[in-house]
Protein backbone atom coordinates (compact mmCIF):
# COMPACT_ATOMS: atom_id res chain seq x y z
CA UNK A 1 0.00 0.00 0.00
CA UNK A 2 2.96 2.33 0.64
CA UNK A 3 4.20 1.95 -2.67
CA UNK A 4 0.74 2.25 -4.04
CA UNK A 5 0.57 5.66 -2.19
CA UNK A 6 3.54 6.77 -3.52
CA UNK A 7 2.01 6.06 -7.23
CA UNK A 8 -0.73 8.24 -6.06
CA UNK A 9 0.47 11.20 -4.84
CA UNK A 10 3.10 11.14 -7.87
CA UNK A 11 0.32 11.11 -10.25
CA UNK A 12 -2.34 13.14 -8.73
CA UNK A 13 -0.36 16.11 -9.04
CA UNK A 14 -0.83 16.05 -13.16
CA UNK A 15 -4.38 16.32 -12.37
CA UNK A 16 -6.01 19.58 -13.41
CA UNK A 17 -8.09 20.79 -10.37
CA UNK A 18 -9.32 24.13 -12.85
CA UNK A 19 -7.23 25.97 -10.41
CA UNK A 20 -3.70 26.92 -10.06
CA UNK A 21 -2.94 23.89 -7.44
CA UNK A 22 -1.52 20.75 -7.34
CA UNK A 23 -2.34 17.66 -4.32
CA UNK A 24 0.15 15.86 -2.95
CA UNK A 25 -2.15 14.07 -0.57
CA UNK A 26 0.06 13.75 2.43
CA UNK A 27 -2.64 14.45 4.91
CA UNK A 28 -4.47 11.06 3.18
CA UNK A 29 -1.45 9.45 3.08
CA UNK A 30 -0.83 9.47 7.02
CA UNK A 31 -4.83 8.67 7.42
CA UNK A 32 -4.51 5.46 4.88
CA UNK A 33 -1.65 4.04 5.77
CA UNK A 34 -0.49 5.66 8.84
CA UNK A 35 2.52 7.70 10.12
CA UNK A 36 5.84 5.71 9.72
CA UNK A 37 4.58 4.22 6.35
CA UNK A 38 3.45 7.58 5.66
CA UNK A 39 7.25 8.40 5.89
CA UNK A 40 8.54 6.02 4.37
CA UNK A 41 6.23 6.85 1.11
CA UNK A 42 7.18 10.68 1.54
CA UNK A 43 10.74 9.88 1.04
CA UNK A 44 10.55 7.91 -1.69
CA UNK A 45 8.19 10.24 -3.31
CA UNK A 46 10.13 13.05 -2.69
CA UNK A 47 13.60 11.85 -4.07
CA UNK A 48 11.43 10.42 -7.38
CA UNK A 49 10.60 14.07 -7.18
CA UNK A 50 13.88 15.18 -6.23
CA UNK A 51 15.38 13.23 -9.39
CA UNK A 52 12.73 14.54 -12.37
CA UNK A 53 13.99 17.91 -11.04
CA UNK A 54 10.74 19.19 -9.34
CA UNK A 55 11.91 20.14 -5.72
CA UNK A 56 15.86 20.22 -4.84
CA UNK A 57 17.73 17.31 -3.81
CA UNK A 58 19.44 18.93 -1.13
CA UNK A 59 16.09 19.57 0.92
CA UNK A 60 14.78 15.90 0.51
CA UNK A 61 15.58 15.42 4.14
CA UNK A 62 14.01 18.94 5.47
CA UNK A 63 11.04 18.53 3.12
CA UNK A 64 10.59 15.21 4.00
CA UNK A 65 10.14 16.22 7.42
CA UNK A 66 7.81 19.12 6.62
CA UNK A 67 4.94 17.11 4.68
CA UNK A 68 5.74 14.35 7.26
CA UNK A 69 4.09 16.15 9.79
CA UNK A 70 1.19 17.38 7.31
CA UNK A 71 0.87 13.03 7.55
CA UNK A 72 0.84 12.95 10.73
CA UNK A 73 -1.32 15.65 12.13
CA UNK A 74 -4.07 14.35 8.95
CA UNK A 75 -3.52 10.79 11.10
CA UNK A 76 -4.08 12.19 14.15
CA UNK A 77 -6.54 14.75 13.76
CA UNK A 78 -8.83 12.01 11.99
CA UNK A 79 -8.64 9.52 14.41
CA UNK A 80 -10.12 12.16 16.74
CA UNK A 81 -12.17 14.42 14.26
CA UNK A 82 -14.27 11.14 12.98
CA UNK A 83 -15.27 10.55 16.59
CA UNK A 84 -17.36 13.70 15.97
CA UNK A 85 -18.15 14.44 12.08
CA UNK A 86 -18.44 12.14 9.77
CA UNK A 87 -15.08 10.76 7.39
CA UNK A 88 -15.03 13.29 4.47
CA UNK A 89 -15.60 16.44 6.46
CA UNK A 90 -13.23 14.84 9.29
CA UNK A 91 -10.80 14.24 6.55
CA UNK A 92 -11.08 18.02 5.32
CA UNK A 93 -10.55 19.12 8.62
CA UNK A 94 -7.60 17.28 9.21
CA UNK A 95 -6.28 18.19 5.79
CA UNK A 96 -6.53 21.96 6.30
CA UNK A 97 -5.09 22.12 9.61
CA UNK A 98 -2.45 19.56 8.89
CA UNK A 99 -1.52 22.24 5.60
CA UNK A 100 -1.67 25.15 7.43
CA UNK A 101 0.48 24.11 10.49
CA UNK A 102 3.34 22.89 7.77
CA UNK A 103 3.07 26.37 6.08
CA UNK A 104 3.92 27.81 9.20
CA UNK A 105 6.48 25.39 10.12
CA UNK A 106 8.16 26.29 6.72
CA UNK A 107 8.21 30.00 7.65
CA UNK A 108 9.89 29.03 11.21
CA UNK A 109 12.46 26.58 9.69
CA UNK A 110 13.25 29.96 7.33
CA UNK A 111 13.23 32.12 10.34
CA UNK A 112 15.45 30.15 12.59
CA UNK A 113 17.83 28.98 10.20
CA UNK A 114 19.30 32.72 10.35
CA UNK A 115 21.07 32.55 7.08
CA UNK A 116 23.57 35.80 6.59
CA UNK A 117 23.56 36.47 3.15
CA UNK A 118 26.85 38.38 4.24
CA UNK A 119 28.33 34.61 4.70
CA UNK A 120 26.68 33.45 1.51
CA UNK A 121 28.19 35.94 -0.44
CA UNK A 122 31.59 36.24 0.03
CA UNK A 123 34.00 38.25 -0.60
CA UNK A 124 33.04 39.96 -3.96
CA UNK A 125 29.80 42.22 -2.58
CA UNK A 126 31.03 42.84 1.18
CA UNK A 127 31.49 46.51 0.15
CA UNK A 128 28.08 46.63 -1.44
CA UNK A 129 26.41 45.53 1.58
CA UNK A 130 25.40 47.99 4.37
CA UNK A 131 27.86 48.21 7.56
CA UNK A 132 25.33 48.02 10.41
CA UNK A 133 25.13 44.66 11.35
CA UNK A 134 24.44 41.30 9.78
CA UNK A 135 21.47 40.87 7.42
CA UNK A 136 18.51 38.21 7.88
CA UNK A 137 16.10 36.68 4.99
CA UNK A 138 13.44 39.30 4.95
CA UNK A 139 10.88 37.39 6.86
CA UNK A 140 7.96 39.51 6.44
CA UNK A 141 8.15 39.41 2.34
CA UNK A 142 8.71 35.91 2.32
CA UNK A 143 5.05 35.49 4.57
CA UNK A 144 3.25 37.66 2.58
CA UNK A 145 4.56 35.29 -0.58
CA UNK A 146 4.11 32.28 0.81
CA UNK A 147 1.24 32.52 3.13
CA UNK A 148 -1.46 33.13 1.06
CA UNK A 149 -0.77 30.54 -1.69
CA UNK A 150 -0.47 27.82 0.81
CA UNK A 151 -3.53 28.29 2.67
CA UNK A 152 -5.38 28.97 -0.76
CA UNK A 153 -4.01 25.36 -1.38
CA UNK A 154 -4.32 24.03 1.89
CA UNK A 155 -8.47 25.56 1.38
CA UNK A 156 -8.37 23.59 -1.68
CA UNK A 157 -6.58 20.45 -0.71
CA UNK A 158 -8.79 20.40 2.01
CA UNK A 159 -11.99 20.38 0.05
CA UNK A 160 -10.27 17.94 -2.30
CA UNK A 161 -9.76 15.32 0.27
CA UNK A 162 -12.75 15.51 1.60
CA UNK A 163 -14.65 14.98 -1.72
CA UNK A 164 -12.18 12.56 -2.36
CA UNK A 165 -12.36 10.38 0.58
CA UNK A 166 -16.61 10.42 0.46
CA UNK A 167 -16.00 8.93 -3.33
CA UNK A 168 -13.84 6.17 -1.90
CA UNK A 169 -16.25 5.57 1.11
CA UNK A 170 -19.49 4.97 -1.21
CA UNK A 171 -17.08 2.73 -3.36
CA UNK A 172 -14.44 0.71 -1.28
CA UNK A 173 -14.99 2.14 2.46
CA UNK A 174 -11.85 -0.61 3.50
CA UNK A 175 -9.72 1.53 2.55
CA UNK A 176 -10.41 4.24 5.05
CA UNK A 177 -9.79 3.34 8.26
CA UNK A 178 -12.55 3.20 10.75
CA UNK A 179 -10.60 2.81 13.75
CA UNK A 180 -12.64 -0.39 15.25
CA UNK B 1 27.75 9.96 -19.14
CA UNK B 2 25.42 6.51 -20.56
CA UNK B 3 27.70 4.12 -20.44
CA UNK B 4 29.52 5.10 -17.08
CA UNK B 5 29.06 2.71 -14.03
CA UNK B 6 26.13 4.09 -11.54
CA UNK B 7 28.22 4.28 -8.78
CA UNK B 8 30.75 6.59 -10.49
CA UNK B 9 27.95 8.91 -11.95
CA UNK B 10 26.36 8.78 -8.01
CA UNK B 11 29.49 9.80 -6.73
CA UNK B 12 30.20 12.77 -9.07
CA UNK B 13 26.65 14.11 -9.19
CA UNK B 14 27.23 14.86 -5.02
CA UNK B 15 30.47 16.18 -5.57
CA UNK B 16 29.13 18.57 -8.42
CA UNK B 17 26.44 19.30 -6.60
CA UNK B 18 28.68 20.00 -3.58
CA UNK B 19 30.66 22.72 -5.62
CA UNK B 20 27.44 24.28 -6.79
CA UNK B 21 25.67 24.59 -3.08
CA UNK B 22 29.41 25.76 -2.46
CA UNK B 23 29.66 28.25 -4.46
CA UNK B 24 29.61 31.77 -3.65
CA UNK B 25 30.65 33.80 -6.83
CA UNK B 26 27.38 34.07 -9.47
CA UNK B 27 30.24 33.60 -12.34
CA UNK B 28 30.83 30.42 -11.26
CA UNK B 29 27.11 29.22 -10.77
CA UNK B 30 26.41 30.84 -14.70
CA UNK B 31 29.46 28.55 -15.17
CA UNK B 32 28.23 25.41 -13.70
CA UNK B 33 24.98 25.95 -15.46
CA UNK B 34 26.75 26.19 -19.20
CA UNK B 35 28.87 22.79 -17.88
CA UNK B 36 25.49 20.93 -17.25
CA UNK B 37 23.82 21.89 -20.06
CA UNK B 38 27.29 20.91 -22.44
CA UNK B 39 27.35 17.67 -20.91
CA UNK B 40 23.70 17.11 -21.36
CA UNK B 41 24.28 18.02 -24.88
CA UNK B 42 27.27 15.70 -25.42
CA UNK B 43 25.02 13.12 -23.60
CA UNK B 44 22.54 13.50 -26.41
CA UNK B 45 19.61 14.39 -23.72
CA UNK B 46 17.05 17.07 -24.97
CA UNK B 47 18.55 20.20 -23.79
CA UNK B 48 15.73 21.78 -23.90
CA UNK B 49 13.24 20.32 -22.33
CA UNK B 50 15.48 19.53 -19.50
CA UNK B 51 16.00 23.55 -18.77
CA UNK B 52 12.19 23.70 -19.06
CA UNK B 53 12.33 21.34 -16.10
CA UNK B 54 14.68 22.82 -14.27
CA UNK B 55 13.24 26.23 -13.94
CA UNK B 56 10.27 24.54 -12.46
CA UNK B 57 12.50 24.45 -9.20
CA UNK B 58 13.50 28.45 -9.61
CA UNK B 59 9.33 29.61 -9.13
CA UNK B 60 9.96 28.40 -5.89
CA UNK B 61 13.85 29.49 -4.98
CA UNK B 62 12.06 32.85 -6.42
CA UNK B 63 10.28 33.12 -3.74
CA UNK B 64 13.18 33.03 -0.85
CA UNK B 65 15.28 35.48 -4.09
CA UNK B 66 12.54 38.13 -3.57
CA UNK B 67 12.47 38.14 0.06
CA UNK B 68 16.17 38.65 -0.55
CA UNK B 69 16.14 41.16 -3.57
CA UNK B 70 16.02 43.60 -1.06
CA UNK B 71 19.18 43.50 0.29
CA UNK B 72 21.64 42.04 -3.04
CA UNK B 73 19.66 41.46 -6.52
CA UNK B 74 23.12 39.02 -6.75
CA UNK B 75 21.99 36.80 -3.62
CA UNK B 76 18.66 36.45 -5.39
CA UNK B 77 20.54 35.46 -9.05
CA UNK B 78 22.30 33.38 -6.82
CA UNK B 79 19.40 31.46 -5.14
CA UNK B 80 17.45 31.20 -7.66
CA UNK B 81 20.83 29.73 -10.31
CA UNK B 82 21.91 27.12 -7.15
CA UNK B 83 18.47 25.63 -7.56
CA UNK B 84 18.70 25.54 -11.47
CA UNK B 85 21.90 24.13 -11.52
CA UNK B 86 21.32 21.26 -8.81
CA UNK B 87 17.91 20.75 -10.99
CA UNK B 88 20.03 20.11 -13.82
CA UNK B 89 22.73 17.98 -12.36
CA UNK B 90 19.76 15.45 -11.11
CA UNK B 91 18.16 15.44 -14.58
CA UNK B 92 21.36 14.30 -15.73
CA UNK B 93 21.78 11.95 -13.76
CA UNK B 94 18.54 10.77 -13.79
CA UNK B 95 18.14 10.61 -17.46
CA UNK B 96 21.91 8.70 -17.92
CA UNK B 97 21.18 6.10 -14.80
CA UNK B 98 18.46 2.95 -15.20
CA UNK B 99 16.53 4.09 -12.16
CA UNK B 100 16.22 0.81 -11.23
CA UNK B 101 20.73 0.65 -10.76
CA UNK B 102 20.36 3.90 -8.65
CA UNK B 103 16.87 2.30 -6.40
CA UNK B 104 19.93 -0.98 -5.69
CA UNK B 105 22.64 1.28 -4.37
CA UNK B 106 19.80 2.90 -2.30
CA UNK B 107 19.32 -1.17 -1.14
CA UNK B 108 22.64 -1.07 0.47
CA UNK B 109 21.35 1.34 3.27
CA UNK B 110 17.86 0.19 3.65
CA UNK B 111 16.55 -2.96 1.92
CA UNK B 112 12.96 -1.91 3.06
CA UNK B 113 12.96 1.55 0.94
CA UNK B 114 14.53 -0.20 -1.96
CA UNK B 115 11.51 -2.48 -1.97
CA UNK B 116 9.66 0.13 -1.61
CA UNK B 117 11.37 2.34 -4.53
CA UNK B 118 11.34 -0.77 -6.86
CA UNK B 119 7.14 -0.71 -6.04
CA UNK B 120 6.48 2.21 -6.93
CA UNK B 121 8.82 2.49 -9.97
CA UNK B 122 6.59 -0.09 -11.00
CA UNK B 123 3.47 1.00 -10.10
CA UNK B 124 4.34 4.75 -11.01
CA UNK B 125 3.96 4.00 -14.95
CA UNK B 126 0.97 2.11 -14.79
CA UNK B 127 -0.17 4.52 -12.75
CA UNK B 128 0.30 7.09 -15.09
CA UNK B 129 -0.84 5.47 -18.00
CA UNK B 130 -4.32 4.53 -16.46
CA UNK B 131 -4.59 8.19 -15.14
CA UNK B 132 -4.03 9.43 -18.82
CA UNK B 133 -7.26 7.23 -19.72
CA UNK B 134 -9.22 8.28 -16.86
CA UNK B 135 -8.47 11.96 -17.50
CA UNK B 136 -8.74 11.86 -21.48
CA UNK B 137 -12.36 9.62 -20.33
CA UNK B 138 -13.90 12.50 -17.91
CA UNK B 139 -12.25 15.35 -20.47
CA UNK B 140 -14.31 14.28 -23.40
CA UNK B 141 -17.78 14.29 -21.15
CA UNK B 142 -16.70 17.63 -20.20
CA UNK B 143 -16.18 16.68 -16.76
CA UNK B 144 -13.32 19.55 -16.61
CA UNK B 145 -15.53 21.77 -18.10
CA UNK B 146 -17.68 24.65 -16.59
CA UNK B 147 -17.38 26.42 -13.23
CA UNK B 148 -14.56 25.94 -10.94
CA UNK B 149 -16.99 24.12 -8.31
CA UNK B 150 -18.01 21.29 -10.76
CA UNK B 151 -13.76 20.83 -12.11
CA UNK B 152 -13.31 20.70 -8.43
CA UNK B 153 -15.44 17.82 -7.70
CA UNK B 154 -14.85 16.28 -10.82
CA UNK B 155 -11.15 15.95 -10.04
CA UNK B 156 -11.77 15.02 -7.05
CA UNK B 157 -13.93 12.08 -8.09
CA UNK B 158 -11.58 10.92 -10.75
CA UNK B 159 -8.70 11.19 -8.08
CA UNK B 160 -10.89 8.82 -5.72
CA UNK B 161 -11.88 6.48 -8.87
CA UNK B 162 -7.65 6.33 -9.24
CA UNK B 163 -6.72 5.99 -5.70
CA UNK B 164 -9.38 3.00 -5.64
CA UNK B 165 -7.89 1.36 -8.74
CA UNK B 166 -4.39 1.64 -7.99
CA UNK B 167 -4.95 0.56 -4.31
CA UNK B 168 -6.79 -2.72 -6.42
CA UNK B 169 -3.87 -3.00 -8.83
CA UNK B 170 -1.85 -2.52 -5.61
CA UNK B 171 -3.65 -5.84 -3.92
CA UNK B 172 -3.50 -8.16 -6.91
CA UNK B 173 0.24 -7.43 -7.65
CA UNK B 174 0.96 -8.24 -3.66
CA UNK B 175 -1.23 -11.36 -3.79
CA UNK B 176 0.60 -12.23 -7.17
CA UNK B 177 4.32 -12.21 -5.54
CA UNK B 178 3.01 -13.71 -2.76
CA UNK B 179 2.20 -16.79 -4.22
CA UNK B 180 5.85 -16.20 -5.77
CA UNK B 181 7.73 -16.36 -2.75
CA UNK B 182 7.98 -12.98 -1.52
CA UNK B 183 8.36 -12.65 1.93
CA UNK B 184 8.79 -9.01 2.32
CA UNK B 185 13.06 -8.11 1.10
CA UNK B 186 13.34 -8.09 -2.96
CA UNK B 187 16.61 -9.28 -3.48
CA UNK B 188 17.89 -6.83 -5.79
CA UNK B 189 21.76 -6.88 -7.74
CA UNK B 190 23.52 -3.77 -6.75
CA UNK B 191 25.77 -2.50 -9.47
CA UNK B 192 28.91 -4.31 -9.54
CA UNK B 193 31.88 -2.72 -7.53
CA UNK B 194 34.84 -2.36 -10.26
CA UNK B 195 37.74 -0.49 -11.38
CA UNK B 196 37.60 2.81 -13.12
CA UNK B 197 36.76 2.42 -16.68
CA UNK B 198 37.50 4.47 -19.44
CA UNK B 199 33.73 4.78 -19.69
CA UNK B 200 33.96 6.73 -16.09
CA UNK B 201 35.97 9.56 -17.71
CA UNK B 202 33.15 11.42 -18.13
CA UNK B 203 30.96 11.77 -15.11
CA UNK B 204 34.42 12.28 -13.49
CA UNK B 205 35.39 14.87 -15.93
CA UNK B 206 32.04 16.79 -14.89
CA UNK B 207 32.92 16.31 -10.89
CA UNK B 208 36.25 17.92 -11.54
CA UNK B 209 34.92 20.64 -13.68
CA UNK B 210 32.28 21.92 -11.74
CA UNK B 211 34.37 21.87 -8.66
CA UNK B 212 37.29 23.59 -10.51
CA UNK B 213 34.80 25.90 -11.47
CA UNK B 214 33.98 26.61 -7.52
CA UNK B 215 37.63 26.90 -7.00
CA UNK B 216 38.00 29.95 -9.89
CA UNK B 217 34.84 31.14 -8.62
CA UNK B 218 36.16 31.75 -4.78
CA UNK B 219 39.74 33.22 -5.79
CA UNK B 220 38.75 35.46 -8.85
CA UNK B 221 37.45 38.99 -8.17
CA UNK B 222 34.48 38.20 -10.77
CA UNK B 223 31.05 39.05 -9.50
Redesign the interface.
Known amino acids: MAAVMVGVMLVVQSIPLGVPYHMNLSALAGIVLGPWWALLSILVTNIAQATFGHGGITIVGLNTLVVWSEALIGYYLFAVLRKALRSPLAAGASTFVALTVSAFLVVGIVAISGIDPTQALGEHFREFLPAAGPLQVSLMVFMILTLPIALGGALVEALVTSLLVAYVLRVKPSLIPRGD | MHRASPKTKMFSAAVA?GAV?SS??LSALVGQFFLAIVFQAVSRLPVRR?II??V??AF?AA??A???A???L??SA?TVLR?ID???L??L??NTTP?TK?IALVGKVSS??SS??F??Y???F???EE?ERR?TAIRVRGG?HGS?WS???N??????????S?????EKVYDAIKTRGYQGRLSIEAATAGAITRDDGAPLLLAALAVAIFLLG?VS???
Request: aromatic share 16%.
Open positions: LITSLWAYPFIFISQQYSALQAAALMLLIFITLLAFSRFLLFVSLLVKVRAASLMGLLFVFMESGSHLP
